[in-house]
């Protein structure tokens, strides 16, 4: 849904590093998939076409917080 989004932290060499992956418009929502040591965030349309898609090592990723969209701004 509009205003689902994950925030993605990560280990930059000592220095973390904060991503956002969110669904940018009605009716697109994120999802998130773990593949042979890597994490897949993407944005994905109604028909599962995928707009934008980022790739981070598992062993990198300190933290992973998904935001669900509020009912409030569904409407």
Do not use: C, N, Q, W
């Amino acid at each position: 849904m509009k205003g689902d989004r994950v925030e993605i932290v990560i280990d930059a060499g000592g220095t973390p590093r904060t991503y956002e992956v969110a669904a940018t418009r009605a009716g697109r929502r994120v999802e998130v998939a773990t593949r042979r040591g890597l994490m897949e965030v993407s944005e994905v349309t109604r028909s599962g076409t995928v707009i934008r898609t980022a790739r981070f090592m598992s062993s990198r990723i300190l933290a992973l917080v998904e935001h669900p969209a509020d009912e409030e701004e569904r409407d």
